[in-house]
Each structure stands twice: as C-alpha cells, then as structure tokens.
C-alpha cells in the first residue's frame, strides 16, 4: 500500500514538475497559443463587446423576471474552474520547489528561496517549470470569464467594474509571461488557492447547499489582496536594496493595475456593506413597529 502510494505521488510529481512539457516549456510568440498583444487586446476587446451586446439584447427581448435556464452548466464552470486552479497550484508548488534545488548553487550567498520567489535574478527569460504553470494559469483566465455570461443570462447584471476585474488578470499575467515578472510565482500560489477555495464554494452554493453566514468570497479577496500587498512591499525592498529585480517595469505597471483594482473592490465592498447595514436596520424597525 505505501509502496503504492509513494508510486502515485512520484508519478505526479512527475508530470507536475519534470515531464518534458513542462521542463522544456519556452514562452513564444510564434509557438504558444494566445501569446501576442494582438490576441490578448483582441479578445478583451470581444470580451467587452460581446458582454454589452448579449445584455442589452436580453434587456430589450426578455423581461428581468424571465432568467435564462442553464441548467447545471454554471456548477459544472464551478467544479472545473476549482479542480484547475487546484492543479495550477500544485504544479506551481511543486516546480518551484524543483527550480530552486535546481538552480540554488548559482546563488551562491546573495539570494535565499524567499528572495528568489519574491525577485528573479535579472536576466531571467520565460522558460521552464514556473513559467508553464504561468502559462497554463493566462490561458485559464480566459475560462474565468464565463461567469460574466451567466451573471448576465441570470441576473441581467453588467458593470463596468466586473468587466475590469475579469480582464485585468488576463493582462497581468501576459504580462508575467512576456517580461519574466517577478513576483509571479507567489502571485500564482495565492490567487490558485483562492479561486480553489472560492470556486469550490460557489459549486457547493450551485448544488442547492447551504451558503456561508458572511461574505466568504469577498473575505477571501480581502485576505488575498493584502497578502499582495506585503508581498508587492518585498518586491520593492530587493528591488532598491537587493540589486535588482527582473521585469521590473512589468511590475510597476501591474502594481497600478493591482492599485486600481483595489480602490475598485474596496468601494464596492463598502458599498455592499452599506446596504446589508440599511437592510438590517430597516428589518429591525420593521420588527419593532410590528
């Protein structure tokens, strides 16, 4: 039984971290799909225009009380979106793990693990282990945007924000891809971590389950978003005081995004707060009156 056991987890060590699909991987133009600024622009742009128009289509053709029936489709997005992200996650753990064993004696004194995680030694091109699972996780941002599609077929929502928030992590991790950002490896573990979690949640929500008492995903997003900003705080240290960090314009211009992000979710987390207090409080004078 042990010995079984030790099979599987070498074999999945294997094809996580030292197949050769992964150990050979090089970010190209011309070789990997989706990896020119023509495509990513191009298919924001879509994503944009294609959102707009399905909901000003439903607006005009179907009345809001009407939602579009889609079955078990948005669980089964759910389940697959957790189980990737939960394989990103593993894939990344595990090639880091084997970059740094591979590649540590060229350190020699000047960077520990933590340092290499948070800043790449300049020079540093997209190939190999972690910049697979970079990959793998760009190309899985593009099934993230399905949710926009059920929002709008159910609900007849559409807001500006969500359609930034969906695509702002496609540029973001092009952007990891085609400078060989820093920082990208931490990035990849806490957002995959998340989105297991928060997927897996809202699969248990689409079954019929009970929901969580207080705003787990928003929570999660919270806890997320600081833990980058520590992070983003490292990155900035090594870069003035540690010689040097690879991809550091990517950086400055994914730490904006990630700004305006944040003033973006934290408004309309205040918001949602807001309202939930003004429901609360006219339930309870309505408790009282009655």
Request: aromatic residues 16%; proline residues 4%.
């Amino acid at each position: 039984m042990q010995s079984q056991q030790s099979f599987i987890l070498h074999r999945l060590n294997y094809l996580l971290s030292e197949h050769p699909a992964v150990v050979g991987f090089r970010w190209s133009h011309a070789q990997s799909w989706g990896a020119t600024w023509v495509f990513l622009f191009s298919s924001i742009s879509f994503y944009f225009a294609f959102s707009v128009t399905l909901h000003i289509l439903l607006l005009l053709f179907r009345h809001r009380s009407r939602p579009v029936p889609l079955g078990p489709i948005p669980a089964f997005h759910s389940l697959a979106m957790s189980a990737i992200s939960a394989t990103i996650l593993a894939g990344t753990l595990t090639s880091a793990a084997a970059e740094i064993r591979d590649t540590r004696w060229l350190w020699g004194r000047t960077k520990t693990p933590i340092q290499w995680l948070l800043c790449f030694p300049l020079g540093t091109r997209p190939s190999g282990r972690v910049f697979f699972w970079s990959y793998i996780f760009y190309l899985s941002r593009y099934l993230h945007v399905f949710r926009t599609l059920f929002t709008i077929l159910r609900h007849r929502r559409l807001s500006l924000f969500h359609l930034f928030a969906n695509s702002i992590p496609m540029v973001m991790s092009f952007l990891w891809l085609e400078f060989s950002q820093s920082f990208q490896v931490l990035e990849i573990v806490f957002t995959t971590f998340t989105y297991s979690v928060v997927y897996g949640y809202r699969f248990w929500t689409e079954l019929g389950l009970p929901t969580a008492s207080f705003p787990l995903v928003a929570n999660i997003q919270m806890i997320l978003l600081g833990l980058n900003l520590i992070c983003h705080c490292g990155v900035l240290f090594l870069q003035v005081w540690g010689g040097g960090c690879n991809g550091i314009g990517a950086w400055v211009i994914n730490s904006v995004i990630n700004g305006g992000f944040l003033f973006m979710f934290l408004n309309s987390f205040v918001k949602m707060r807001w309202i939930r207090k003004k429901a609360m409080e006219s339930t309870d004078t309505d408790g009282k009156i009655d």
